[in-house]
């Protein structure tokens, strides 16, 4: 199985920063790397599709890079909406497997 | 607009069975897979299964497979979840969610509210 390791596990930012999520991946997963957040006592909501994509509707302060092993989520200037709890997901292969998630609070 | 209704959860004992639903509507639910994850309490996501669009191919999460059940009914725009032989680490909320395809990639782009599985004596 393919393990997602996301680093910090948890984050305490103010509104206004500039901020970045790293995971990766214990092979290569070429592209195959999806984010998502979710807020307490919600659903998941997709973010960021085939590493640097854009879920519609989803604010240009997000963006996704990486490849192959290493990947990163910024959101380039912290909203009070922003905070939350954010996964990446590999679905390159069976099982798919999400990092343990990284809390982003307020400071 | 999409959207995915779970249902069917609740309070189990240990080794009992509970089969959980999805009702989809707003796209057509034949072309596309659809998959289960489940988050135990004041945890992470675990994808648990994947279904493709004609139920040819089905895949499961070690810790469910041989006890754990997807299906789908097309003609009814339905997703399943039969769960056997129930642990007390089964316990979570479970989503159903919808699969994107891009470029050969996948990801989940809608999600249902979720329903939450207790097995507890």
């Known amino acids: 199985d393919i393990q997602m390791t996301q680093s910090p596990s948890s984050l305490s930012a103010s509104v206004g920063d500039r901020v970045t999520i790293t995971c990766r991946a214990s092979?290569?997963?070429?592209?195959?790397l999806n984010w998502y957040q979710q807020k307490s006592g919600k659903a998941p909501k997709l973010l960021i599709y085939?590493?640097?994509s854009f879920q519609g509707g989803v604010p240009s302060r997000f963006s996704g890079s990486g490849s192959g092993t290493d990947f990163s989520l910024t959101i380039s200037s912290l909203q009070t909406e922003d905070f939350a709890t954010y996964y990446c997901q590999q679905t390159y292969s069976s099982p798919y497997t999400f990092g343990q998630g990284t809390k982003l609070e307020i400071k | 607009e999409v959207q995915l209704l779970e249902s069917g959860g609740g309070l189990v004992q240990p080794g009992e069975s509970l089969r959980l639903s999805c009702a989809a509507s707003?796209?057509?639910?034949?072309?596309?897979?659809m998959s289960w994850v489940r988050q135990a309490p004041g945890t992470g996501l675990e994808w648990v299964s994947s279904?493709?669009?004609?139920?040819?191919?089905?895949y499961y999460a070690d810790s469910v497979k041989g006890r754990f059940t997807i299906s789908r009914d097309n003609s009814r725009n339905a997703l399943y979840l039969q769960m056997n032989s129930l642990r007390a680490e089964d316990t979570a909320i479970y989503y159903c969610a919808k699969y994107y395809y891009y470029s050969g990639t996948k990801s989940f782009d809608s999600w249902g509210q979720g329903t939450l599985v207790t097995v507890s004596s």
């Open positions: 092979q290569s997963i070429t592209n195959y």
């Open positions: 279904i493709s669009g004609e139920s040819e191919m089905t």
């Open positions: 085939a590493a640097s």
């Open positions: 707003g796209f057509t639910f034949s072309n596309y897979a």
